[in-house]
């Protein structure tokens, strides 16, 4: 996205769309929507040391304070959804999703199960119940990403997202709260400095980012260890903020395009590991997915050999314009999901990935794309054939790693549904009635039979 932007920057600098914050709020399931009592924007953003110092250069001239005696506050850039929570004498009333910044989606129903999110807030230097606003990032820490989404499908910032909208409720207390600014009753930020603002918000009982006050040039080091060193964070995050430490210095500098000129987002650059895709796997899961899987000659990334990585779907793959025998950069999504960043070279003998007319494992042509609840067509391709074994053996699969059943690989698992022994996941405990036909079982193309020792360990496992 960030690629993409700059892009568009150096084409059209004046495009609306630059001037845009967050993304629009469809009117597709919402669950309401209200104004922000104060509107919430964005952040100017720099990739690389020689936009901070453009940055640094045109603050300090505002202010009338040399760069080298600028004293700034960074803290982590979580990558999360920013939220706002109001609350009146103590009490959470509202919290509303960020929007386009003028009003957002009211999901307080959830917000009331997020972790981290005190019952009652009191003001941290009156101690009277506090009125006012939160602003927050609401985070999905990788050990709960893991355990709402094992294959890491997606990621955590937009699974995230999605559990802080649901209207069932479901997973929000999987959610933390990590406060980055506050307002009293009436607008004004709490606190005379980030520092202050950061530590009123612990005395009320918020967690905060990981924070430091340096100058530019310490700003800048601490910064570059955060990014090599944030594969060991028990969440993600995707760059720094930095904001001039003064409130009434940011006050006085104003905003720009709903971007306060005060504060700047230091960005991980996004570079990418050259690579060739080799060939393309078609897989179908458990649910009928076609899924078409990235073949790439083995490179090394962030201490792995990264072989594969997802092309997610033909939507994507035509997005990226990715062909066999193009050479690429691979990168590794928060330092652990390979990911195509780019092509970085087409040859005229690259092979098109052609868009599957029949499903690779039952052959059927009943394939499409199923629609979503607003109607509309889902980006993936799905198998329709509700006979498929590749729809049976993933969801008996699913069944066997979620309950930790030992023993039971992919190869007997198959065997097991080509045998006729298992249909479904119930069938497995009907297998001591057949234990001769289980023994007996043949193992893929080797033809090694599974025997009775064998055999009555897996149905130990199972009961």
């Known amino acids: 996205y960030d690629i993409i932007r700059d892009q568009l920057t150096e084409l ?8 845009n914050v967050g993304a629009p709020l469809s009117d597709v399931g919402m669950r309401g929507k209200s104004s922000h009592g104060i509107p919430m924007g964005s952040q100017k953003k720099a990739k690389n040391r020689a936009e901070f110092d453009k940055w640094l250069g045109v603050v300090s001239k505002a202010i009338g304070v040399s760069v080298q005696n600028l004293i700034l506050h960074l803290s982590e850039k979580l990558d999360g959804c ?25 999901i307080t129903s959830n917000a009331l199960k997020f972790r981290g999110l005190p019952a009652f807030v009191a003001h941290p230097i009156t101690g009277e119940p506090f009125t006012g606003w939160i602003r927050a990032e609401v ?38 709260v990590m406060g980055f600014r506050a ?37 800048w080091d601490y910064f570059t260890k955060w990014g090599n060193g944030r594969s060991e964070l028990a969440y993600w995050i995707d760059g720094g903020v ?43 899961g458990h649910t009928g997915q076609i899924t078409p899987t990235g073949a790439f000659k083995p490179v090394r990334i962030s201490g792995t050999t990264v072989s594969s990585a997802l092309l997610v779907n033909w939507d994507s793959i035509a997005q990226l314009d990715i062909a066999i025998g193009d050479s690429v950069d691979l990168y590794k999504a928060g330092e652990i999901i390979p990911k195509v ?123």
């Open 12 to 19: 059209n600098p004046n495009h609306p769309h630059l001037a």
């Open 242 to 284: 930095v904001k001039i430490n003064d409130i009434s210095s940011q006050l006085e500098l104003g905003e720009s395009s709903n971007r306060p000129k005060g504060q700047v987002a230091l960005k991980f650059p996004a570079n990418g590991t050259p690579s060739v895709l080799e060939d393309v796997i078609i897989t179908v």
């Open 82 to 106: 920013s939220f706002s929570l109001r609350y009146a004498n103590g009490q959470l009333v509202e919290c509303l999703g960020r929007g386009e910044g003028d009003e957002g989606e009211d």
């Open 341 to 463: 960043l780019r092509v970085t070279q087409r040859p005229d003998s690259r092979k098109v990935i052609p868009e599957p007319t029949c499903c690779p494992v039952c052959s059927s042509g009943n394939i499409g794309k199923k629609k979503n609840l607003d109607g509309n067509e889902t980006a993936h391709l799905f198998c329709l054939n509700p006979e498929c074994s590749a729809q049976s053996s993933g969801k008996i699969g699913r069944y066997v790693n979620s309950l930790k059943i030992l023993g039971i690989g992919d190869e007997i698992l198959e065997s097991m549904i080509e045998g006729g022994l298992v249909e479904n996941a119930a069938d497995l405990y009907t297998l001591q009635d057949q234990f001769n036909e289980f023994s007996s079982l043949s193992m893929g193309t080797s033809g090694v039979r599974l025997g009775e020792s064998r055999a009555q360990s897996i149905i130990d496992e199972i009961d």
């Open 183 to 219: 307002f009293d009753e009436n607008a004004e930020v709490l606190g005379n400095t980030e520092e202050e603002v950061s530590a009123n918000m612990e005395k009320m009982g918020f967690m905060v980012a990981p924070h430091l006050l340096g100058s530019p040039d310490a700003v």
């Open 139 to 176: 985070v999905l820490f990788t050990d709960e990403w893991k355990k709402v989404d094992p294959l890491m499908e997606s990621n955590p910032r937009n699974i995230g997202g999605g559990i802080a909208r649901r209207s069932s409720g479901v997973d929000s207390d999987k959610l933390q």
